[in-house]
């Protein structure tokens, strides 16, 4: 069985790390399991970070690293809608057929990625979705003024990769 696990950035370390911490323990309940990791995130602001948010997650990850597991790095995305157009165009050139699709993300960031993602992705291809729990105080808050952007946000990422 192959599973593809979408883990997403996040530039504020304390839910970064916990979105890692909850997708670490999943992959690690699926030993069987091939797990190709798509860590998806570049850097959101350069003058404070040279790392990417998708090789942070992976030096968190390869405490943890089995054999069976690979690695696809997005280091381009800089929003959620980014995020799944890098996923999508990983689905459409990759060889391998993949079972399963798992997206972690944290909880209050759900709803609008889930939104994201069916207008990029489409609901089609099953997308499960694992979520962490930390958030901060002003998480949800945050979310309510977000989500309000989705079809501009999907637009301008699909006009910037040209999809």
Same mark, same amino acid.
């Given at each position: !069985?192959?599973?593809?696990?979408?883990?997403?950035?996040?530039?504020? =370390?304390?839910?970064?790390?916990?979105?890692?911490?909850?997708?670490?323990?999943?992959? !690690? %309940?699926?030993?069987?399991?091939?797990?190709?990791?798509?860590? @998806?995130?570049?850097? $959101?602001? =350069? &003058?404070?970070?040279?790392? %990417? *948010?998708? *090789?942070?997650?992976?030096?968190?990850?390869?405490?943890?690293?089995?054999?069976?597991?690979?690695?696809?790095?997005?280091?381009?995305?800089?929003?959620?809608? *980014?995020?799944?157009?890098?996923?999508?165009?990983?689905?459409?050139?990759?060889?391998?057929?993949?079972?399963?699709?798992?997206?972690? %993300? @944290?909880?209050?960031?759900?709803?609008?990625? /889930? $939104?994201?993602?069916?207008? &990029?992705?489409?609901?089609? %291809?099953?997308?499960?979705?694992?979520? @962490?729990?930390?958030?901060? *105080?002003? @998480?949800?808050?945050?979310?309510?003024?977000? &989500?309000?952007?989705?079809?501009?946000?999907?637009?301008?990422?699909?006009? /910037?990769?040209?999809?």
């Amino acid at each position: !069985m192959n599973i593809l696990l979408v883990l997403l950035g996040c530039n504020v =370390p304390y839910l970064l790390n916990d979105r890692v911490h909850t997708a670490t323990q999943f992959a !690690m %309940t699926n030993a069987n399991a091939n797990v190709t990791w798509f860590l @998806s995130g570049g850097i $959101k602001n =350069p &003058i404070e970070d040279t790392e %990417t *948010e998708a *090789e942070k997650m992976a030096r968190q990850i390869a405490r943890h690293a089995t054999d069976n597991w690979s690695y696809v790095y997005d280091v381009e995305a800089t929003n959620t809608a *980014e995020n799944f157009i890098m996923v999508k165009k990983h689905l459409l050139e990759t060889s391998v057929v993949y079972s399963k699709v798992f997206v972690i %993300t @944290s909880d209050f960031h759900h709803l609008r990625a /889930k $939104k994201i993602a069916e207008q &990029i992705i489409g609901e089609e %291809t099953g997308v499960q979705w694992i979520l @962490s729990g930390a958030e901060l *105080e002003d @998480s949800r808050y945050w979310e309510t003024i977000h &989500i309000k952007n989705v079809d501009a946000d999907v637009k301008k990422a699909l006009e /910037k990769f040209k999809m």
